[in-house]
């Protein structure tokens, strides 16, 4: 008896479709047990831990700026950001300089993995959570070598305002 797997192909062609233009090189970091990618284009370097000034009066994950090569930037730990515990420094705790919209920003991970090319025959659309869990920020799914990988969009990590925040504790 045949099986018809049309209705499987039209899926499987509609979650190609919609990973159509997300494809490239990603730069994939582990928070906790997760991995996570970010579009290589965003980052400017990553750096190990350094010296975190904290500035009063800023949202809990903003940890405070750094003075890179004379430029103070704010950094942002997405352990808090993303609601998980805060952690402990390790030697293999660093801080990734990404740009958005021409502003440099520091986010705290706990390691950096590697540079991967995803296709987009790999990514898929984010699941649907639910009304009260914001996915806005993630670009898609990853699959990779038979793991999953959030995609993350650096650029909506932080509300318009939280930008705001970050850019005054920054001086800017």
């Known amino acids: 008896m045949a099986t018809d797997n049309k ?6 062609a509609k979650a190609s479709a919609q990973g159509q ?3 490239g090189k990603y ?3 582990v928070l906790g047990d997760e991995e996570y990618g970010l579009e290589i284009l965003k980052v400017r370097e990553i750096i ?4 975190i000034t904290p500035v009063p009066q800023t949202p ?9 090569r004379g430029k103070v930037i704010p950094v942002i730990d997405l352990r808090l950001k993303f609601g998980m515990e805060e952690a402990e420094p390790t030697e293999e705790t660093c801080i990734i300089v990404v740009d958005i919209d021409d502003t440099l920003m520091g986010i705290l991970v706990d390691t950096v993995s590697e540079v991967l090319d995803i296709s987009h025959e790999q990514i898929e659309p984010a699941p649907a959570f639910g009304s009260h869990i914001s996915t806005e920020f993630i670009l898609g799914m990853g699959k990779i070598q038979g793991k999953v990988k959030m995609l993350r969009d650096v650029g909506r990590v ?11 504790a920054a001086g800017q």
């Open 158 to 168: 932080l509300s318009p305002e939280e930008l705001v925040h970050a850019a005054r």
């Open 48 to 51: 190990g831990l350094m010296d």
């Open 21 to 23: 233009g997300l494809e």
């Open 60 to 68: 809990v994950f903003i940890k405070g700026v750094i003075n890179l």
């Open 7 to 12: 209705g499987g192909e039209a899926a499987s």
């Open 27 to 29: 730069l994939t970091f």
